[in-house]
């Protein structure tokens, strides 16, 4: 019994050093102003900004392949951080800040065809085939593109009412100093 224990911790640990040296000799070297530039974003993964993800929006920023302007969860303020971690010139004027939205599914137009549970990114819709779906408030980041694919028109966007849990401060403006 104490040499199959033994022998299986012995392969455990063998086996764990061969993967750890392996992951730092294979390791894929990320370029550091992606990591920051991800940083910065929200990190919602909603694809608003038309790439998979943040991690991808990031990579684009860093190639300079696309504008700063895409993240609308992250609003003008992300807009701000990123021209200023970048050196460019932000320009949200045009940019229209929008309260935060969540999916909500009237229930007597929704006929069960699953087309939002297929477009949801976060996983946020719950149903089955031919069956009533409804959407958990707290995973749904707004991003809309189940109400976009509703061919019953059966989801709508619901602006999050402000409790003193979805409540946020906003950030102070900087004001010149006085001398």
Not at 14 to 19: F, M, P
Not at 61 to 73: N, R, S, V
Not at 131 to 138: E, F, K, N
């Amino acid at each position: 019994m104490l040499l199959d224990v033994g022998s299986l911790a012995v392969m455990g640990v063998t086996l764990g050093a061969v993967l750890g040296t392996a992951a730092k000799l294979l390791a894929v070297p990320t370029n550091p102003l992606e990591d920051e530039l991800q940083a910065l974003l929200p990190g919602s993964q909603c694809g608003q900004c038309g790439f998979v993800g943040c991690s991808q929006y990031a990579a684009a920023l860093a190639k300079g392949d696309t504008p700063i302007t895409l993240c609308a969860p992250g609003g003008k303020g992300t807009i701000e951080a990123l021209a200023k971690k970048l050196g460019v010139e932000a320009n949200a004027d045009d940019h229209e800040e929008q309260a935060p939205q969540h999916a909500h599914i009237k229930e007597d137009l929704c006929i069960g065809c699953l087309r939002c549970v297929q477009e949801c990114t976060s996983d946020a819709i719950v149903g089955a085939n031919k069956q009533l779906h409804t959407i958990i408030v707290d995973q749904c980041h707004g991003c809309a593109k189940c109400f976009k694919v509703c061919p019953t028109e059966a989801i709508e966007m619901c602006t999050v009412p402000v409790t003193m849990a979805a409540w946020h401060w906003g950030k102070p403006q900087s004001e010149p100093a006085h001398h």
